[in-house]
């Protein structure tokens, strides 16, 4: 089991800067690829960014340049944590943002985990 909860939105205006987390507790040495994903109103479930465990990252092309997706696998403890930097933000970015875990299970399953969201609005 994989517990995920984030934090760091809110409310900014155009051209302003967030930082999300999420923090990833529970079976973490499960958790192979992490990423944040969004949903506005009325809009389709939409991949953001993506980072593999080995720190490759990837972006939906509407966020390149202005995100930055990273994840802190601190050697010791009991938590991993992942980050969206958002920069440049415009009011088309306003959605709930989502963390994701896919985590593997046994030795051919894996299963995605979800955090609760968290709301960002940018106001123009």
């Known amino acids: 089991q994989v517990q995920l909860v984030e934090s760091g939105g809110g409310l900014v205006q155009a051209g302003g800067s967030l930082r999300l987390s999420c923090a990833a507790s529970?079976?973490?040495?499960?958790?192979?690829?992490m990423g944040w994903y969004r949903q506005a109103p009325g809009k389709e479930h939409e991949l953001v960014a993506g980072i593999t465990a080995g720190g490759s990252t990837s972006y939906a092309d509407s966020v390149k340049g202005r995100f930055t997706i990273s994840r802190d696998n601190a050697a010791g403890t009991m938590y991993l944590t992942m980050y969206l930097q958002m920069s440049n933000l415009k009011p088309e970015d306003t959605a709930v943002y989502y963390c994701?875990?896919?985590?593997?299970?046994?030795?051919?399953?894996?299963?995605?985990?979800w955090g609760q969201g968290t709301q960002v609005t940018v106001s123009s």
């Open positions: 529970g079976n973490i040495l499960s958790i192979n690829t």
């Open positions: 994701n875990a896919n985590a593997y299970v046994g030795s051919h399953d894996s299963y995605d985990y």
